[in-house]
């Protein structure tokens, strides 16, 4: 049965309009409840407020009833689609039973259908599941694989101990990468506990891999400080038997070694593999100071001096040189070694605590160096011990260390070497000299006389004043090469030993970067003193015990050698390289030898004197003669010749023109001597008596004398010069001759008297002994004539007016 329409009316209600009462508001409120959504309180509020609630109720129901109209016009509009439709569902209805019939047939096989599938499907979930569990586990463990094999490896190579470096890589690797990554899993933390242990380990590896390191350095430094010191060597020009041991310098010389550092011989990498393995521990302040304290303790083991440097009988030269080598070579290594590793590593050693073991090391090597040089008294072997050690500040000054108070020390040693150098040429010139001829040289080969020139190079003419005696001359006879030179063999042989003495004294200022100045003055000292102390020594005891004629000798050989210190100024200057005398003092040599000249003619003059009061023998002259021989004394011939054979010998020399005077001297010096002694035996009180026949004796001795006088030629001395040294005993003996009292005894303290050389002294003496010899005459029965006689009386009158002289000379 279809529907039946509905019964309400659609037409519309007709609603009576409002009254014009009606407050506009209200429909106002209407429209606000219509538009707004459903937002109520505000025009309750409002309707309540304004007292309208009745007719807001009335305009509402209108308001609902116009809307109601309003969906009735609607649906009626549309009420035929829907008796349609409603027709259309009532005919499938039919069909939809047995729909519904298949939908339950077909859902029962579809559930017997998915029971099995569910079953299917949850046994897929499961195998599912497993698969990707074992694609996570898979997954998993290729991602923390790694771990375990780095852990493995780094268990493998701490189980061998062979690779430390290696397994703290490992170490770190695992720590700092892979173990953050698993640290969620219980391994993890075993594996992190075993970290600390693994440290510890290798730690304690380093430790003993530093020692050996340290162990090796010892025997390196040695190499290391050799290969330092020959490429110093090499650079400074040193033979290389100063840094070379004895046994190795029969061997060719490996100059591979001045094309490398001297630290190449030092493996460091187990150093740094170390250092950095303890910085990467975080123990790099530990490592550095147990390193330091162990290289402190090699240094003092180092700088112990060992019993082959100790000098004494049992030990040679060689042995000592080598032993005092690898010292020093061992402390250069030392030095050397710890600079490359301030310069390649950081943290490990630094500057304050370089200069802490140079300071520790310094003391201890002065000392040993001072004990050692004490110890030696044998100049060649300090001079080599001194280029070693000159050798060693230089090298060491090379690693920035510096030596001033090694350099201190050996000027302080240089004075040592210098009395060592004085001793030894002490003995040398004293050998030269004892062994010399004292006769002048004489050459008759050429080639000789030119290695003379060139050894000794003094312009012989620049002294000689005979023009006869041109040394640069040909001086042959029959065509065969001779010379002869003024001076002995000594001469020149000193001054060569003097030269040698210069460059030695100069080998040991080599090196001490001294000034010009200070050289100069080094040099010069100890030359000086060689001159003034030892050589001037040794001249003045050879004065005193030689012969006349090689006092003579000396007198020449000192001309030459005084002459010779131009040349020895020039070598000294040469040898320090300055360029004039003018920037140092002079060498003293020239004073030295002029007192010494002075000192031989004396002793010339003094040997003359000797020999004239030996040959003069006038204790055994009878002062008694009854008359004189005729001719003169034997003892007057003997002397004369003696004299006349030594002067005429100084004729014969190349004397120079400032030394002329000592053939004078030495003339006039005998011929007073003579005289003197004459005079002082005449007056003599061991003389009681002389007679007539003595005096006139001694007038011919005089004579003789004087002859001589004339006859002698000394260069530069006339012959009145010579004959004044006669002249006190020539009017002694005249006035007894010539018996002329009265003129004597008349003009006596008068300028013109002619016997004013007489003193009246001698008179009262000869006189006295004169009447002696006449009193003694008449005792023992001599009868006078009438002019003896005379002559006593004579004498008698002459003494007594001389002893009244006397008398009134002493008031």
């Known amino acids: 049965m279809s529907p039946q329409p509905p019964t309400t009316s659609l037409d519309p209600v007709k609603v009576k309009p409002s009254n014009t009462t009606l407050n506009l508001n209200v429909q106002n409120y209407i429209k606000e409840l219509e538009i707004s959504e459903g937002q109520l309180s505000s025009v309750l509020k409002n309707v309540y407020e304004n007292n309208q609630r009745e007719d807001f109720m009335k305009r509402l129901d209108d308001r609902v009833k116009q809307y109601d109209v309003e969906i009735e016009k609607l649906c009626s509009k549309n009420y035929?689609?829907?008796v349609k439709t409603f027709n259309e569902l009532l005919s499938v209805r039919e069909n939809t039973s047995e729909l519904k019939n298949e939908l339950?047939?077909?859902?029962?096989?579809?559930?017997?259908?998915?029971?099995?599938?569910?079953?299917?499907?949850?046994?897929?979930?499961?195998?599912?599941?497993?698969?990707?569990?074992?694609?996570?586990?898979?997954?998993?463990?290729?991602?923390?694989?790694?771990?375990?094999?780095?852990?493995?490896?780094?268990?493998?190579?701490?189980?061998?101990?062979?690779?430390?470096?290696?397994?703290?890589?490992?170490?770190?690797?695992?720590?700092?990468?892979?173990?953050?990554?698993?640290?969620?899993?219980?391994?993890?933390?075993?594996?992190?506990?075993?970290?600390?242990?693994?440290?510890?380990?290798?730690?304690?590896?380093?430790?003993?891999?530093?020692?050996?390191?340290?162990?090796?350095?010892?025997?390196?430094?040695?190499?290391?400080?050799?290969?330092?010191?020959?490429?110093?060597?090499?650079?400074?020009?040193?033979?290389?038997?100063?840094?070379?041991?004895?046994?190795?310098?029969?061997?060719?010389?490996?100059?591979?070694?001045?094309?490398?550092?001297?630290?190449?011989?030092?493996?460091?990498?187990?150093?740094?593999?170390?250092?950095?393995?303890?910085?990467?521990?975080?123990?790099?302040?530990?490592?550095?100071?147990?390193?330091?304290?162990?290289?402190?303790?090699?240094?003092?083991?180092?700088?112990?001096?060992?019993?082959?440097?100790?000098?004494?009988?049992?030990?040679?030269?060689?042995?000592?040189?080598?032993?005092y080598k690898r010292y020093l070579h061992t402390i250069i290594g030392f030095f050397t070694i710890e600079d490359q590793i301030l310069s390649s590593t950081e943290g490990l050693v630094d500057e304050r605590y370089m200069d802490e073991l140079f300071n520790q090391a310094l003391p201890r090597l002065i000392a040993i160096i001072r004990r050692i040089m004490e110890q030696c008294n044998d100049a060649e072997l300090m001079l080599k011990l001194k280029i070693i050690i000159v050798l060693f500040?230089?090298?060491?000054?090379?690693?920035?260390?510096?030596?001033?108070?090694?350099s201190d020390l050996l000027k302080e040693i240089r004075e040592k070497y210098y009395s060592m150098l004085l001793n030894k040429w002490n003995e040398k010139i004293k050998i030269i000299l004892n062994e010399d001829n004292y006769n002048c040289m004489e050459i008759d080969n050429e080639d000789a006389y030119k290695i003379l020139m060139e050894l000794f190079?003094?312009?012989?003419?620049?002294?000689?004043?005979?023009?006869?005696?041109?040394?640069?001359?040909?001086?042959?006879?029959?065509?065969?090469?001779?010379?002869?030179?003024?001076?002995?063999?000594?001469?020149?042989?000193?001054?060569?030993?003097?030269?040698?003495?210069?460059?030695?004294?100069?080998?040991?200022?080599?090196?001490?970067?001294?000034?010009?100045?200070?050289?100069?003055?080094?040099?010069?000292?100890?030359?000086?003193?060689?001159?003034?102390?030892?050589?001037?020594?040794?001249?003045?005891?050879?004065?005193?015990?030689?012969?006349?004629?090689?006092?003579?000798?000396?007198?020449?050989?000192?001309?030459?050698?005084?002459?010779?210190?131009?040349?020895?100024e020039q070598h000294l200057l040469s040898v320090i390289k300055a360029s004039s005398s003018k920037q140092s003092g002079k060498l003293q040599g020239i004073s030295v030898f002029k007192d010494l000249r002075s000192e031989a003619e004396t002793q010339i003059y003094e040997l003359l004197n000797?020999?004239?009061?030996?040959?003069?023998?006038?204790?055994?002259?009878?002062?008694?003669?009854?008359?004189?021989?005729?001719?003169?004394?034997?003892?007057?011939?003997?002397?004369l010749s003696f004299l006349k054979s030594n002067l005429d010998s100084f004729n014969h020399l190349p004397w120079p023109n400032d030394v002329d005077k000592l053939a004078q001297t030495a003339c006039v010096s005998a011929c007073r001597h003579i005289a003197q002694s004459l005079m002082s035996q005449?007056?003599?009180?061991?003389?009681?008596?002389?007679?007539?026949?003595?005096?006139?004796?001694?007038?011919?001795?005089?004579?003789?004398?004087?002859?001589?006088?004339?006859?002698i030629q000394v260069k530069g001395l006339d012959i009145e010069t010579i004959l004044l040294c006669f002249a006190d005993i020539r009017q002694m003996i005249d006035l007894i001759l010539n018996k002329e009292w009265s003129i004597y005894l008349n003009d006596y303290g008068k300028p013109d008297n002619k016997y004013n050389r007489v003193q009246k002294n001698n008179a009262q003496a000869l006189l006295e002994k004169l009447k002696e010899s006449a009193s003694k005459g008449t005792i023992f029965g001599i009868r006078f004539s009438s002019e003896g006689k005379d002559d006593l009386k004579l004498i008698d009158s002459a003494l007594k007016q001389i002893k009244n002289i006397n008398q009134a000379s002493s008031f």
């Open 80 to 82: 035929q689609d829907f």
């Open 104 to 323: 339950v047939d077909n859902n029962d096989k579809i559930q017997n259908l998915g029971k099995n599938m569910i079953s299917k499907v949850d046994q897929l979930v499961i195998e599912t599941r497993k698969q990707n569990n074992i694609l996570l586990s898979i997954e998993t463990l290729n991602k923390y694989m790694p771990v375990f094999n780095i852990y493995r490896q780094l268990k493998t190579q701490m189980k061998e101990k062979k690779n430390y470096y290696q397994a703290l890589k490992l170490l770190e690797d695992l720590e700092v990468n892979y173990l953050p990554m698993v640290k969620n899993y219980r391994f993890a933390k075993s594996i992190h506990q075993s970290i600390p242990i693994f440290k510890e380990e290798i730690k304690a590896e380093t430790i003993t891999d530093l020692k050996n390191f340290l162990e090796s350095l010892r025997v390196e430094s040695e190499k290391c400080g050799k290969i330092a010191n020959q490429q110093m060597a090499h650079k400074l020009k040193i033979d290389r038997k100063y840094y070379m041991l004895e046994s190795e310098l029969k061997k060719e010389e490996d100059d591979s070694n001045l094309k490398k550092l001297p630290f190449d011989v030092v493996d460091f990498s187990p150093l740094y593999r170390n250092l950095h393995m303890n910085q990467v521990l975080g123990s790099k302040s530990h490592f550095s100071d147990y390193y330091r304290k162990q290289r402190q303790k090699q240094l003092k083991l180092a700088l112990e001096a060992n019993q082959n440097m100790e000098i004494n009988e049992n030990r040679s030269e060689n042995d000592l040189l080598d032993a």
């Open 393 to 406: 500040c230089n090298t060491i000054e090379e690693v920035q260390f510096p030596t001033i108070q090694l």
């Open 457 to 568: 190079p003094l312009d012989l003419n620049l002294t000689s004043k005979n023009s006869s005696l041109n040394f640069k001359q040909d001086n042959s006879e029959n065509g065969n090469f001779f010379k002869r030179l003024p001076y002995s063999g000594c001469v020149p042989k000193i001054f060569l030993e003097l030269k040698e003495f210069v460059n030695n004294c100069i080998k040991f200022s080599e090196g001490l970067n001294s000034s010009q100045t200070e050289l100069d003055d080094m040099i010069r000292k100890p030359t000086n003193r060689l001159i003034t102390e030892r050589l001037s020594e040794n001249i003045r005891i050879l004065i005193s015990r030689v012969s006349l004629a090689q006092l003579v000798q000396i007198v020449v050989n000192t001309i030459y050698l005084e002459k010779s210190i131009e040349l020895l």
């Open 610 to 639: 000797l020999k004239i009061d030996e040959l003069l023998d006038l204790e055994s002259f009878d002062w008694n003669l009854n008359e004189s021989k005729g001719q003169a004394s034997e003892y007057m011939k003997s002397l």
């Open 682 to 711: 005449i007056v003599s009180p061991n003389v009681k008596s002389i007679s007539f026949g003595a005096i006139e004796q001694l007038n011919l001795d005089l004579m003789q004398c004087e002859t001589f006088s004339q006859s």
